[in-house]
């Protein structure tokens, strides 16, 4: 599994941006990707999984309505779109897969196997 972020940038606040994550490795059946994020000084915050398989999404409750995840399964690429960003949603953004997830993924990154380099959003006000 190879997991490449793409698709951050600068938007302002109550604007859009859509982030993707190509894998370029082999999927698995209880494959699952997230999206976590890191602001400046703060720790890794969970924002939204999806279950490959199935197309089961779930979110964080800071970004819920806002933001949506989903997935291509020939582009084997899991999207992040995200609108009505806010200042807050600042971070940079990580995408992570976990090939052995639960019926309900996992909102602990230590539960990853693997992770995306990371793209850096900037919400201005």
């Known amino acids: 599994v190879q997991l490449q972020a793409s698709g951050g940038g600068l938007v302002q606040a109550g604007g859009s941006l859509r982030l993707s994550c190509a894998n370029s490795?082999?999927?698995?059946?209880?494959?699952?990707m997230g999206w976590f994020r890191q602001a400046l000084g703060k720790e890794h915050e969970f924002i939204a999984a999806?279950?490959?398989?199935?197309?089961?999404?779930y979110y964080a409750e800071a970004v819920n309505g806002r933001f949506t995840i989903s997935r291509d399964n020939a582009k084997n690429t899991v999207y992040l779109q995200m609108n009505s960003l806010k200042p807050e949603d600042t971070a940079v953004y990580y995408c992570?897969?976990?090939?052995?997830?639960?019926?309900?993924?996992?909102?602990?990154?230590?539960?990853?196997?693997?992770w995306g380099q990371g793209t850096q959003v900037t919400v201005s006000s």
């Open positions: 490795g082999p999927t698995y059946s209880s494959y699952a």
């Open positions: 999806i279950k490959w398989r199935s197309g089961g999404t």
């Open positions: 992570a897969a976990d090939v052995a997830a639960p019926r309900t993924p996992s909102r602990y990154e230590s539960d990853y196997d693997y």
